[in-house]
């Protein structure tokens, strides 16, 4: 960032009374200018404190959507867009991490670095978007947002795409506020890009892109005397995001009607509330933030506080934030396509609207900012090195039994990629699916009903015949089954049913098994290990 773009700007949104009255005891909430070097020092800090808590679990061994993250950036750079027919999710993240494993390798610490980066830009973007949109003061406050979150913390040591959404997020946010409220169009390009970007990044910027149009006619009611020009820049902009995203439109077409998230439940209400305590670090943090931020934003409400247009951002970014968050909610009770790790959509209007609600709570603001970084720092919310699976461990203890001709056997369809990582000189792999014809991508199409039809008759018995004597069979099955959606109740039917099956059948013969002995772990799975006589 040059050192010129850390200059407060021209016309600063709170060089109002409500600004400048010294409401507290804190010198830096004055409505002086902070001085550039303060400003570098300060970013300087909270990113060296943010770096060092985001690497505590980088060699953390992937997870299941880690597993095949890395087997769908594995393939040819021209040929992914097309396999993710099978997938469900959009190219972009898979496109720029088969760049960064050319260059860096496809290591656990080497994709992990990817999400790093994506995460640790949101500081300094942070800053940008409060500075830019408010004054220097909201860009500190919105860099320590950024910084600390507990999700960007979390997701900025995973091989998936959230990081790089959130990044995202932010840049569709404050480039919205600066073309749509503060009528600077010099940022339309940034609002397109950025909006586009997202949305070839994962499928819930649909619902960011919707609440984009939504908090659009927003602006339209609300400032009678830009009507005429908002519906010039609203009709680029919008048109211009059309037109870049068409090209994929086919593609989530044929997504929506193929693919989906069986594994999935519909989010009950206290979803939305524990979608807040994820993104900010518990409820602790999401308290203190809701109070400090809470009784800045409100102060905001009466006009001799701030002025129309900051008003107005606040409730945009309500919209692109809350609106966005609420659509996803009433989308995944009828389509189930909820999970907490989605949420990165709307990290950034939110980040945004809290930052000047803190940098606007005075003393109680500040208390707040403190302890949520007490938690952040002291307590974080991260996960652990053996959090989210075991397979690496479970393999590790086995592989010396597992030779290239064995028949690998997963009850669990979506864990082949990971387990296919894990065993690279494996090539036949196969599940209650069928045969695997990839083991580096799910095959999601029709798969709840694929499952439904799956049985030890007709799947797994035309496996085991084609085992030849002396080959090895390994049935790797979760440690943990859920109940509920159908999708994990098929597949403890199946794990059941499998092991049953080999234990029975006297042409094979157990010599090896590793039952998990990290149950600590968030998805552990059991291997089984049989010969062929």
């Keep these: 960032m040059a050192i010129d773009s850390l200059r407060a700007p021209a016309r600063p949104a709170l060089r109002d009374r409500a600004y400048t009255t010294g409401q507290s005891w804190f010198d830096w909430l004055r409505a002086d200018p902070l001085p550039a070097w303060f400003i570098v020092a300060a970013l300087a800090l909270i990113t060296l404190i943010s770096g060092v808590v985001r690497l505590e679990t980088f060699k953390a061994h992937y997870w299941i959507d880690e ?38 390798g496809r290591g656990e610490i080497a994709t992990h670095a990817l999400s790093f980066v994506f995460a640790m830009l949101t500081i300094p973007v942070a800053y940008w978007a409060g500075a830019s949109l408010f004054d ?42 600066e073309v749509f409220v503060r009528r600077r169009r010099g940022y339309l390009p940034v609002f397109v890009l950025s909006l586009v970007a997202s949305l070839y990044t994962h499928n819930w ?61 519909p989010p009950v209400f206290w979803s939305l509330t524990q979608s807040f305590y994820s993104l900010v670090g518990g409820r602790g943090a999401a308290v203190a933030l809701l109070l400090g931020g809470g009784a800045g934003l409100l102060a905001l409400r009466h006009p001799e506080n701030a002025r129309a247009w900051v008003r107005l951002a606040i409730k945009c970014l309500f919209i692109l934030g809350l609106g966005t968050l609420l659509i996803a909610w ?49 307590d974080p919310q991260r996960p652990t090195v053996n959090s989210k699976s075991n397979v690496a461990l479970v393999v590790h203890n086995v592989q ?90 098929l597949i403890e039917q199946a794990s059941n049913q499998w092991q049953n099956e080999l234990q029975r059948d006297h042409r094979f013969e157990q010599v090896a098994s590793n039952s998990a002995k990290w149950l600590g772990s968030g998805v552990p799975v059991k291997i089984t290990v049989f010969a062929r006589r």
């Design 330 to 378: 009433l989308y995944s009770k009828t389509t189930p396509a909820w999970a907490p790790r989605y949420l990165a959509v709307i990290v950034g209007p939110l980040l945004i609207v809290f930052g000047l609600g803190v940098r606007r709570g005075g003393t109680l603001g500040m208390v707040a900012l403190a302890l949520c970084a007490c938690f952040w720092v002291l």
């Design 400 to 489: 010396n039994q597992l030779p290239p001709s064995t028949l690998v056997l997963s009850t669990q369809p979506e864990q082949v990629p990971v387990i296919a990582y894990y065993l690279p000189h494996v090539t036949r792999y196969a599940t209650p699916l069928g045969p695997v014809i990839d083991p580096h991508i799910v095959d999601w199409r029709d798969a709840l009903s694929r499952f439904r039809r799956s049985s030890v008759n007709h799947t797994l018995r035309p496996l085991l015949r084609r085992v030849a004597p002396g080959q090895r069979v390994a049935l790797i099955t979760p440690a943990i089954f859920a109940k509920q959606p159908e999708w994990m109740s």
């Design 67 to 104: 597993g095949l993250s890395v087997g769908i950036a594995s393939h040819p750079f021209g040929d992914i867009p097309s396999l993710l027919k099978m997938d469900g999710s959009p190219p972009l993240y898979y496109l720029i991490l088969h760049v960064w494993m050319a260059a860096f």
């Design 136 to 177: 220097r003061r909201t860009g500190l406050v919105c860099a320590v947002l950024a910084g600390g979150a507990s999700y960007l913390t979390a997701y900025a040591q995973e091989t998936r795409m959230y990081s790089l959404l959130a990044l995202l997020s932010l840049l569709v946010a404050a480039s919205f506020i």
């Design 205 to 265: 910027a649909l619902f960011l892109a919707l609440m984009s149009v939504a908090a659009f006619l927003f602006c339209v009611r609300e400032q009678a005397s830009e009507r005429r020009a908002l519906w010039r820049d609203g009709a680029i902009a919008f048109g211009g995001v059309a037109i870049l995203y068409a090209p994929w439109v086919p593609t989530v077409v044929y997504q929506a009607h193929h693919t989906g998230a069986p594994w999935a439940l």
